[in-house]
T-cell receptor, first 116, second 114 residues
Framework: NAGVTQTPKFQVLKTGQSMTLQCAQD?????MSWYRQDPGMGLRLIHY???????DQGEVPNGYNVSRSTTEDFPLRLLSAAPSQTSVYFC???????????????FGEGSWLTVV | AQSVSQHNHHVILSEAASLELGCNYS??????LFWYVQYPGQHLQLLLK??????LVKGIKGFEAEFIKSKFSFNLRKPSVQWSDTAEYFC????????????FGTGTRLKVLA
């Protein structure tokens, strides 16, 4: 039972480079999301998806793209990396997009990204 | 818009001291509330959650939280902390229906001195 798997765990990029952070879950979860964690700012939602083919913006979407072609995968693309995107990125998922019983979110182990 | 406030950014306690971490949210409708913990170098894990029923919720490792609807609060408590409770604690909220965005507070770093 892998849960939520993120790759890579560590990455250094040069300003202007592009890259994709991969996220996969094997729990058949409808809801997937990406957060970035910065000191003193907690977790901020970048993008989220409530099902395959459906994505929406969170609090800080600029500079990032996502797609959800399958239920399992939710990659995050940095189009042109900037030093301000140096952060720890967490992918998260939960079971149902339509549930009032307080779905637990399951987090991946994080991806440490440095943009120089 | 929803928001979550955690007023204590850093807390230092000695072992066996009691803990209370504040969490307030702003949203007038029905919400689900969560506390997550992040141990050093690890990802976030669920401590406890509230979605209905008894407003006093018990979680793992002796933690509990009380939902006070009139105060829009969901404070986390533990009667006697241990060194192993050193971690960062995040409060989170999402609406009970409709949008499924989870909004997190900025976190509280707890350090427990042995």
């Amino acid at each position: 039972n892998a849960g939520v798997t993120q790759t890579p765990k560590f990455q250094v990029l040069k300003t202007g480079q592009s890259m994709t952070l991969q996220c996969a879950q094997d729990m058949n979860h409808e809801y997937m999301s990406w957060y970035r964690q910065d000191p003193g700012m907690g977790l901020r939602l970048i993008h989220y998806s409530v099902g395959a083919g459906i994505t929406d913006q969170g609090e800080v979407p600029n500079g990032y793209n996502v797609s959800r072609s399958t239920t399992e995968d939710f990659p995050l693309r940095l189009l042109s990396a900037a030093p301000s995107q140096t952060s720890v990125y967490f992918c998260a998922s939960s079971y149902s997009a339509i549930d009032s019983t307080g779905n637990t979110i399951y987090f991946g182990e994080g991806s440490w990204l440095t943009v120089v | 818009a929803q928001s979550v406030s955690q007023h204590n950014h850093h807390v230092i306690l000695s072992e066996a001291a009691s803990l209370e971490l504040g969490c307030n949210y702003s949203y007038g409708g029905t919400v689900n509330l969560f506390w997550y913990v992040q141990y050093p170098g690890q990802h976030l894990q669920l401590l406890l959650k509230y979605f209905s029923g008894d407003p006093l919720v018990k979680g793992i490792k002796g933690f509990e939280a009380e939902f006070i609807k009139s105060k829009f609060s969901f404070n986390l408590r533990k009667p006697s902390v241990q060194w192993s409770d050193t971690a960062e604690y995040f409060c989170a909220v999402n609406r009970a229906s409709g949008t499924y965005k989870y909004i997190f507070g900025t976190g509280t770093r707890l350090k427990v001195l042995a």
